[in-house]
């Protein structure tokens, strides 16, 4: 938990985001054991602003992982800040029983995804 928690807060410092000033961190653990980190990229355009566990999940999935076992966000706002509905989609895709933690400035919070995202949509609603 400690490295995520340092890679977070590291990576948190590369956020962009000009117009929000909300700077996010994430660091997730694959089911292999390696970590990638992602911050949010904000864009004058909102709607192309990428949230930074997306980011995280992104890089790790473009490195050949599809399998999470945990994620660790970091904002400075208490209660800290859950994933957002997108980034919980996203994140359902590669962890079924996947522990969410949010980390504040002075509080921590953690789920499973499915508690932040019950009856979720997924591969098998596809009939595949």
Not at 44 to 64: I, K, M, P, Q
Request: proline letters at 4%.
């Amino acid at each position: 938990m400690k490295e995520l928690e340092k890679a977070a807060r590291a990576v948190q410092q590369n956020a962009y985001a000009p117009y929000s000033g909300f700077c996010v961190g994430a660091a997730i653990l694959t089911v292999t054991g390696e970590v990638f980190v992602g911050c949010n990229v904000e864009n004058a355009s909102y709607g192309l602003t990428n949230c930074a566990e997306r980011v995280a999940v992104g890089s790790a999935v473009a490195a050949g992982h599809k399998g999470i076992k945990k994620v660790v966000v970091i904002t400075d706002v208490d209660p800290p800040a859950a994933p957002c509905g997108a980034c919980r989609q996203v994140l359902s895709e590669f962890g079924a029983g996947l522990e969410v933690v949010a980390i504040g400035s002075k509080e921590t919070r953690s789920w499973t995804i499915e508690e932040l995202l019950p009856a979720s949509f997924g591969r098998k609603d596809l009939n595949k």
